[in-house]
T-cell receptor, first 114, second 112 residues
Framework: DADVTQTPRNRITKTGKRIMLECSQT?????MYWYRQDPGLGLRLIYY???????NKGEISDGYSVSRQAQAKFSLSLESAIPNQTALYFC?????????????FGPGTRLTVL | LAKTTQPISMDSYEGQEVNITCSHN???????ITWYQQFPSQGPRFIIQ???TKVTNEVASLFIPADRKSSTLSLPRVSLSDTAVYYC?????????????FGAGTRLFVKA
């Protein structure tokens, strides 16, 4: 969905480096999420945020941190990247007021840690 | 959290109707059933959502029996472009999508 953008789309980095993945949305949604997907597997939730002042850990938050700079922006950081963090990362948004909580996903960031 | 079980993979041919069933035996009263579609290297995309009985939109139909312990996504007359992974999720939309879990999904392969 073009309303949810992620930068960069691809990134290759080395073990131990700090990496930031950024997500922006123009949908006006209050909720934002970060997921990772490993080959052949489903999505696993890393962090989620219901609004700027509300950030929560998901299923696999170890080794990651996030920042909700504004309602429209949600960044994911890998403080010290390791090879098993090589994955496809997705940002998503949803709107509590819609009553459906349908999630809208960005195009993904493919991260490779060497 | 309501866990879902769906087939790992399915094959079909163009023009056929495809039905993918999802089991969710411990679905809660306030839970809705939502299906997403994911193409390779893309984020999942919402297909359909329902609470009970039948829901239909321009893409698919969702059948939910009275006990709501399962649901069936029906894709009419599939084409090659319907080859994708389909996820069944169960959760309460008012308490947040974070409580819904994307499992491995069902890999649908449509053949010519």
């Amino acid at each position: 969905d073009a309303d949810v953008t992620q930068t960069p789309r691809n990134r290759i980095t080395k073990t131990g480096k700090r990496i930031m993945l950024e997500c922006s949305q123009t949908k006006g949604h209050d909720r934002m999420y970060w997921y990772r997907q490993d080959p052949g597997l489903g999505l696993r939730l890393i962090y989620y945020s219901f609004d700027v002042k509300d950030i929560n850990k998901g299923e696999i938050s170890d080794g990651y941190s996030v920042s909700r700079q504004a309602q429209a922006k949600f960044s994911l950081s890998l403080e010290s990247a390791i090879p098993n963090q090589t994955a496809l990362y997705f940002c998503a948004t949803s709107d509590w007021a819609s009553g459906t909580d349908t999630q809208y996903f960005g195009p993904g960031t493919r991260l490779t840690v060497l | 959290l309501a866990k879902t079980t769906q087939p790992i993979s399915m094959d079909s041919y163009e023009g056929q109707e495809v039905n993918i069933t999802c089991s969710h035996n411990n679905i809660a009263t306030n839970d809705y059933i939502t299906w997403y579609q994911q193409f390779p290297s893309q984020g999942p995309r919402f297909i359909i959502q329902g609470y009970k009985t039948k829901v239909t939109n321009e893409v698919a139909s969702l059948f939910i029996p009275a006990d709501r312990k399962s649901s069936t996504l029906s894709l009419p007359r599939v084409s090659l472009s319907d080859t994708a992974v389909y996820y069944c999720l169960v959760g309460d939309p008012y308490t947040g999508g974070f409580k819904t879990i994307f499992g491995a999904g069902t890999r649908l392969f449509v053949k010519a």
